[in-house]
Nanobody, 118 residues
Framework: QGYLVESGGGSVKRGESLTLSCRGI????????LAWYRQAAGQERELVAA????????YGLSSVVGRFTISRDNADNTASLHMNALEPEDTAVYYC???????????WGRGTLVTVSS
């Protein structure tokens, strides 16, 4: 059992920054791969960025490389997504995801809305 709680969403203007945070109420948080997904209105959910238990990072969208950075703090059971130079195209609901492969477990947060205006 467990859950994820996101925070940090909001409304900003083009070029501004936001940091999203995800707190995991999960046993053995350090062992999970953590990720941020986003879903824009009328679109499918897509992977933004992920960070493995060994802190290796990868990004699912070329459009965020160089602008977004994913990080984690296992001491605090948190994952963060630092977003710079935001564009209106980044407007979406952002979801935190935690996945353990052995045994198989996963959790989703409820999402936090990011709105970027021009």
């Amino acid at each position: 059992q467990g859950y994820l709680v996101e925070s940090g969403g909001g409304s900003v203007k083009r070029g501004e920054s936001l940091t999203l945070s995800c707190r995991g109420i999960i046993d053995n948080f350090y062992a999970y791969e953590l990720a941020w997904y986003r879903q824009a209105a009328g679109q499918e959910r897509e992977l933004v960025a992920a960070i493995k238990s060994d802190f290796g990072r990868y990004y699912g969208l070329s459009s965020v490389v160089g602008r977004f950075t994913i990080s984690r703090d296992n001491a605090d059971n948190t994952a963060s997504l630092h977003m710079n130079a935001l564009e209106p195209e980044d407007t979406a609901v952002y979801y935190c995801h935690a996945e353990l492969y052995t045994p198989a477990r996963e959790f989703w947060g409820r999402g936090t809305l990011v709105t970027v205006s021009s």
